[in-house]
Nanobody, 125 residues
Framework: QVPLVESGGDSVQAGESLRLSCVVS????????MAWFRQAPGKEREGVAM???????AYADSVKGRFSISKDSAKNTLHLQMNSLQPGDTAMYYC???????????????????WGQGTQVTVSS
């Protein structure tokens, strides 16, 4: 089990921005995928964005053009820049990691080996 620690969640107003971070300790795989998921109360967990070790990305349709995923390999940190936040983005956000994985066809992957504990994002109208 690889430790993943998220941070950056907050309560904001609609239209504002947040940047989430996830520190991935000891992840030494040459090829990997990392992703952000979210789960709102009473709803199923949904994929938000993913990135692989090559820098290829995939996004959920609901966040395309507003959210941007990136990674800082030197700091073993995954980021999610969230702009134009809407009340519908309110959820617990989780980061996840999977070794020996690549983005295929711009599609999100949903099976990940390692998960963080989550950080809460609340957007008020």
């Amino acid at each position: 089990q690889v430790p993943l620690v998220e941070s950056g969640g907050d309560s904001v107003q609609a239209g504002e921005s947040l940047r989430l971070s996830c520190v991935v300790s000891g992840y030494t795989y040459k090829t990997y995928c990392m992703a952000w998921f979210r789960q709102a109360p009473g709803k199923e967990r949904e994929g938000v964005a993913m990135i692989d070790s090559n820098g290829d990305t995939a996004y959920a349709d609901s966040v395309k053009g507003r959210f941007s995923i990136s990674k800082d390999s030197a700091k073993n940190t995954l980021h999610l820049q969230m702009n134009s936040l809407q009340p519908g983005d309110t959820a617990m956000y989780y980061c996840a990691a999977e070794p020996w994985c690549v983005v295929v066809g711009g599609k999100l992957r949903y099976d990940y080996k390692d998960w963080g504990q989550g950080t809460q994002v609340t957007v008020s109208s």
